[in-house]
């Protein structure tokens, strides 16, 4: 419990460990009633000894003597009258600070140099000090760290315990310069009076072996006394232990020069803590250790929270007013990290994330690959797309200015470009030329909103923007799951009794066969179809295949339908989308150790893949699989890789381009950004900052490369970015038992993001292996994308909020501050306009959908008409203008003190912990 | 925060009102920084007004000012110094004890009567005190109880409150009798000093407005004065709150005399605060109530304990020594409660009981009927399942001992059968005349066993036995389910594309048809089963049923395979078992009313069946469907009701049939003693005992009985009685927000039983409806109840734990009093005698199987040599022996102290909350 340095260190001070130890009176000695209890419920021998009982890093462990184990780390709770018999014992005790002893034998010797002590307790007394305690290693037959001769010799060299290599589990969790302090508390039958002794070492030193890793201490505390009643020096002890491993209580007191400052600084701890009154909590029960620690200095969190802000205007995003002012200042700040970019990614995680990533990379391009050749009748396929993700990601990633970007097909930009073809169809136009000159606008008016400095406009997409965006994508990708899958219950149907698809014989052109027999059917009553008359001698019912092979010819209706078709993908269907939820959910679980749950997480979707092709595999049916190009072509036949410029059209088509381009600029722009806005929030903490106009820069110069090639378009995709960055997140290692993990940033760097492209490219020659996915499988991971992707935004919360009767709704801090009803309404304003844009992306009007988008925008503005800013606040951000108008109250210390609750309810809206959990895989 | 009874009542006495009310001085007066800070915190208008800012009825709930509602109940944390600055306050302020005022306004003008104030001050300060405070129920625009008007008048009028009618949510838990008590705390400028006032009125009386719910008041608390600094008087007025809600402080003030004892009281309440360091929990964050509220008394505890414990000796099961003693006994002690068996019955709760049970028996006895059936190649069916269960459950429930037991045919008995009945084949036997003489003989093998008081036996039975029981009956259960699926896919297998099942033709007996023909195949090099030779002219692909219409005959192989059914099968199993788990874990779930969760978890596999049939419905394949027998006669054709004594036997045959009939009896004995033992369990706090002799003789009487008509024979059914308990239990109303229910105990009568057993008699005649039940949902259903029983029993959660590295661990108090590699070996026996079981099941020795239940007893007992007694008390129970040899300080005070600590971990093997959760809906 004595800290490595000044509790204003940023991993909090008191990284230490302090046995508590006991001990109890000899059997023979007072064995009063209450000391014989005490001794059978910690149920060790009768002889006199010390043990360790208890351990405080930053929360607490108690040794469970029966069971032979430490507690799970739990947040310390005492008694007051314990705090404040310790208190007495203190002021009337022994206090030595700065004590010069150097080796527990000194420090024993100093100790026991009170007066009260006649010589021969004083001799008794140091030898129960100097003897070895037991530890909870020991205990349990784990090799002890020093035998009883070694410990012997220990306490008079301090430098023996470095040299041992007895490293104990706890050890390597704690930092270097981690100090340990001890506590001995116990009763001892002939003492008449209690002793206390509190001594501060000038210097820390190894107290031998009395705790359970070689640290060096610095603070020593002793506490006997005759047999009193209950478990009293137990509860001292643990008192003393807690009040030593405070890392403010440790800086005042390495600053005491009395006793009475020793006093004020323990009177300093009673006025901080927190009271729990009886009869509502059980003073026994163990409260789990917070999932964030409380930051003791109110100051420092007010100014984080200003900090933390979404309103803290970023320097990015401030207009230079000089044309492209905004590029040259993005291209200047990130040359600075460009070296970087690449040295920070010597890190093993990264080999987990290339893997990961390029794994839903591919899934996305040859899904997306399959939906636009789909959407544009063959003029594009599963090898342009993979190409253009592999040239246009690999681009991004070496030029942007946010290289976790992961590139992609996303969802508005096919719906646009289906809406496109369908246009070119109608009035037989060439689609690829005239799609050519599409992309040079798109270009053009890009390059003129990155010349304007038009990025900083995204300061306008606040969550509200941002979540009506993701949902809506995200119910793309489900609604195209389910009805893929749908369509294939078409393509192979089910067979009921009554259905016609019945019955194949199989036809051979035999000897005294006549084969212009069956094309003549005899039309008998009501059964014209199916009722072939069979006029020949050799026929078969072998199966379809086999019948060919024999030289035959299969005929009948149901020579077409496989059965079982439908029911086994829907079966495969549902089981990689459950298996790759129930995967994703291992992480939380507590079964098997950490790594392997982290694994089977990470790449839950690739062992649901895999667990689908298994299952195919084993029951070998003729299922739909994933068609791979397997030629490095393009995929409409006869077309070079350059698209030409003008093909069969006229040449003021060129010009006319320039409308749809328009409105496709404004998709791309919005795309884009929110994208970028999503994954530059100031809660992942990226130190290497944004570069909004260099992004929209390098997919305007992207957009060009891949119309000139007849290659799809593409953004930053939301979802596949932040499964990039969530792979990539830095933790800090706990530092005491207990101690929650912190989110320390991200690993900015753009090697994986080129690996991950690099690796997509390679894959277009893989379609040996990839063949073997069924469709159904893809579908289900589809499926499991799209509802990780909606689970994860805050609005869904809300929605869910409105199925949840107001008592038992979680105790989100949102609720605290903002009406149930106005919560509602603001959800379901939004649920309005999710479902006009549904609406629109689903008519004829769909061109105009980029416009919508851009409502969204006008329509978060509305709203201050109809919330307060205090309400907007809490259920979005502010925008820009609203940041001038919010009441002062709402910013000031009060308020962030009411917000600083935030630990105990689920993080939301607030400084949250960083939460990409919009995971993909 | 008054209470209505003195402490020691079984609903904890604070149940009470107290609005910690607080006032902000006018913005004109003394605008200090800090109060004005406060004043915008809780953002009310500068306007000098009271408003109710908290209630602590048990938890506190904060008033949420923004949010317009109460926050969710919590655990009140106090800091250390408010409590310290109110003792303070109180020593020098002003106490008024036994104060004769009868309204609010008498009240106040004995409060002012102060000599630090003015005559000015004073009247300001009265008609301060007088406004009427602002309530959160009229913030929210709910109607007011009370128009400022009657405010004034209810001032002076004691009886007002109670002939008002508003009733607040709030209101209507709180118990009859409850009183409430005010605070009333706030900043005022114009005060020189602190002003506090405690008050103990004479008698309770109704404090006007000042109380959000009218309740008379006894306690009131003042606390005015000049700003100070942070939110000095909330934390105060809150910390005064939070006293006067402790049960034990009320106690102490109601008998204080001066303000010594006030004082005393208040450091009586110190001492037993719980208090948390500082730094390692933040202290604003909210704690939940607790699931079990602490008991204050050790002593109490320790007894519960005592009484509690698995080891008191039941007065059911002590040797009376006489013949028949135990009977007689069961019979006198059951027959006074026998009216209220029936009276008890009148509750709806019982109705909701009746419908679940009935459905659960209904489809338990169709399911083991079709297995019976299947067992016995037709000498029993469904219809004698139906009968029989109808026939013996009613029986049972009117004579039995404990008459919530549900008989039913059970999984060990239905093995024991199968081999009966392989065992009169083998031999050529008549079966049912030798069954009845085997049924013949355990009947009075069991009433031999009643007579000489056997079933004291049962203490034997400890959770080791038990759990080896159920986990093999749960297994069955689930091995079962998936083996009856399996069987189907059997029978409509899947059509692979090399499979041979393919293709299927219609031949019509047409004018020119040689029907000889069809039957001289003509072999081929190598399909001869598939190249039929179509000779004929007459044929069509029509399907086969269509074909039979048309005067056609079906040929070919593909004939009798119906596609699809196999994987559509497969979807139903698993969508009726996952979706009874969902619908059973909605219990829990936030969502929906508590009222619509509870129907939808009760009622889980009713829903689930009904989902599956809805689906099959919608598709209309031809699956296989429930077959219910459409006639009131014997399955097997051509006997009568009553069983022939001999039949084709011989006579010596009926004195052979005594050897099975051992084995059997040991079986039934233990099957139901078992359950009886689980059923009697303490921890469900049955009233009126159990009739261990009793229930075996009404067994043995019913064993005679089914074997002379020819129905199954009926043991209790653990899991079914479970579910039928756990429809009945009566929990305590909550009497204060966040309290938890308390369980009461079981609605315990025969009426539900009698009712469930009639309905089933009915059920015979509900072929009709039954018929449409398609047998993979059944099937779901059955791997339901199975997994749902294995998952209860806590074996299966100590298997779990293998699976955990230990830091993952849940908190078990078990795991805090036994070593993990002992917990781990106790699992590895259980584990090793249940695969003996399963595999002496399987094999040809499976008719000993009964001894080797038996066989559990005596491990069980050799597992004395293993453990210690103090690790058995922990992973099991203790045996009667063993009971002795306990070392004293397993049951002492100390050891039920760490006992204690129970609240906060899963409750396992301690005095536990009853956990009726093997569910079997």
């Known amino acids: 419990m004595v800290t490595r340095g000044s509790p204003a260190l940023s991993c909090p001070g008191p990284v230490s460990v302090s046995p508590g130890t006991e001990t109890t009176p000899p059997s023979d000695s007072a064995p009063s009633p209450k000391g014989d209890k005490l001794n059978e419920l910690l149920g060790w021998p009768q002889t006199l000894e010390w043990r360790e009982m208890g351990r405080w890093v930053l929360f607490e462990e108690k040794l469970e003597v029966d069971a032979g184990r430490w507690s799970a ?118 003492l008449a009076q209690p002793l206390a002794a509190f001594v501060r070492l000038r210097d820390p030193v190894w107290l031998g072996p009395l705790t359970e890793v070689p640290l060096p201490s610095r603070f020593f505390c002793l506490l006997l006394g005759p047999p009193m009643l209950g478990k009293g020096y137990h509860e001292l002890g643990r008192a003393a232990a807690v009040l030593l491993s405070d890392p403010h209580f440790q800086w005042s007191v390495r600053r005491a020069s009395n006793l009475h400052d020793l006093l004020t600084a323990l009177d300093a701890f009673l006025e901080e803590v927190t009271v729990l009154p009886p009869g509502r909590w059980d003073p026994t029960a163990r409260i789990p250790p917070p999932r964030c620690l409380p930051s003791r200095h109110k100051r420092t969190q007010a100014e984080d929270r200003h900090r933390n802000g979404p309103l803290a205007p970023s320097p990015e995003l401030q207009r230079t007013g000089r044309l492209f002012g905004g590029l040259v200042q993005d291209v200047r700040r990130k040359a600075s990290w460009y070296p970087s970019d690449f040295s920070d990614a010597l890190h093993p995680q990264c080999v987990s994330a290339v893997l990961y990533i390029y794994l839903a990379t591919v899934t996305n391009a040859i899904t997306f690959g399959g939906l636009l050749g789909d959407a544009t009748d063959g003029a594009q396929g599963v090898l342009e797309s993979l190409l253009g993700t592999a040239v246009a990601g ?56 990155v010349a304007t400095e038009a ?33 294939l219950a078409h393509a192979y149907p089910i067979q009921r009794p009554g259905s016609l698809a019945y019955g194949c014989l199989c036809q051979f052109p035999g000897p005294g066969g006549n084969e212009s027999q069956w094309t003549r059917p005899r039309p008998q009553s009501r059964d014209d179809l199916l009722s072939v008359d069979l006029g020949l001698v050799n026929a078969s019912l072998l199966p379809p295949h086999e019948c060919v092979q024999q030289g035959g010819y299969p005929r009948g209706p149901g020579c077409h339908t496989v059965p079982d078709i439908a029911f086994f993908s829907l079966l495969l269907f549902l089981t990689s989308f459950l298996f790759a939820i129930a995967l994703k959910h291992m992480k939380t679980s507590r079964f098997f150790p950490s790594v392997v749950r982290k694994v089977l997480s990470d790449f839950s979707s690739i062992l649901a893949i895999l667990l689908g092709c298994g299952l195919d595999a084993l029951l070998g049916l003729a299922m739909p699989k994933l068609m791979v190009p397997r030629e490095f072509k393009p995929t409409l036949p006869g077309r070079g890789w350059l698209v030409p410029p003008f093909g069969a059209n006229p040449w003021w088509l060129s010009v006319a381009a320039a409308l749809p381009a328009l409105l496709l600029s404004i ?67 706990a530092c005491a038992p207990g101690e929650p993990h912190s989110f320390l940033g991200i690993r900015e760097q753009r090697l994986t993001g080129l690996a991950v492209f690099t690796l997509t490219g390679v894959s277009i020659f893989l379609a040996p292996v990839l063949k073997f996915i ?11 994308m799209g509802v990780a992707a909606l689970s994860s935004i805050q609005f869904m919360k809300r929605v869910q909020l409105m199925l949840m009767p107001a008592k038992h709704q979680p105790d989100l801090l949102l609720l605290r501050h903002v009406p149930l009803s106005r919560v509602h309404l603001f959800t379901a304003i939004q649920l309005a306009c999710l479902g006009l844009l549904w609406i629109i992306k689903s008519t004829p009007a769909a061109i105009i959908f980029p416009l919508m988008l851009l409502g969204l925008v006008g329509v978060r503005k509305a709203l201050e008409w109809v919330f307060s800013p205090q309400e907007l606040l809490w259920l979005d951000e502010l925008m820009p203008e609203e940041e001038r108008n919010v009441p002062e109250k709402g910013l000031e210390p009060g308020h962030s003190f009411s917000g600083s609750d935030s630990e105990d309810s689920e993080l939301m809206y607030q400084p949250k912990a960083p939460e990409i959990n919009i995971s993909v895989n």
């Open 774 to 784: 069924p469709m159904p499988v893809l579908y289900g991971i589809f499926l499991y």
């Open 73 to 190: 780390p739990h947040v310390p709770t005492l008694a007051l009258p314990s705090l404040q018999k310790l208190r007495s014992l203190l002021a009337e005790g022994l206090v030595l600070l700065d004590c010069p002893a150097q080796n527990l034998l000194e420090l024993v010797e100093q100790v026991t140099r009170v007066e009260s002590l006649s010589p021969e307790l004083r001799g008794q007394l140091q030898a129960l000090l100097l003897q070895r305690p037991q530890h909870h290693t020991q205990t349990t037959g784990s090799r002890p760290c020093w035998g009883p001769a070694q410990s012997r010799k220990a306490a008079h060299n301090k430098e023996a315990p470095m040299q041992q290599q007895c490293q104990s589990p706890l050890r390597q969790k704690l930092p270097p310069g981690a100090e340990a302090g001890a506590v001995l508390a116990g009763e001892l039958g002939f």
């Open 455 to 487: 990025s900083v406009l995204v300061r306008y997409f606040t969550r509200f923007t941002e979540e009506g965006f993701c949902a809506l994508i995200s119910l793309i990708f489900i609604y195209d799951a389910v009805g893929k899958m749908l369509n």
């Open 394 to 449: 690999a681009a991004f990633c070496l030029m942007a200015g946010q290289p976790l970007t992961v590139l992609s097909s996303t969802g508005p930009v096919l719906v646009f470009e289906r809406l496109l073809f369908a246009f070119c169809r109608d009035y037989s136009l060439d689609y690829l030329p005239f799609r050519l000159w599409v992309g040079i606008w798109v270009a053009v008016f890009c390059l003129a909103l």
């Open 667 to 733: 998709l791309i722009f919005m795309d884009q950004q929110i994208t970028a806005v999503i994954l530059n929030r100031v809660e992942y903490r990226l130190r290497k900052g944004a570069g909004f106009h260099l992004d929209l820069f390098c997919v305007a110069l992207l957009m060009l490369l891949t119309s000139v090639l007849g290659l799809p378009w593409y953004v930053s995709a939301t979802v596949l970015s932040l499964a990039h960055m969530d792979s990539l997140r830095r933790e800090s290692r």
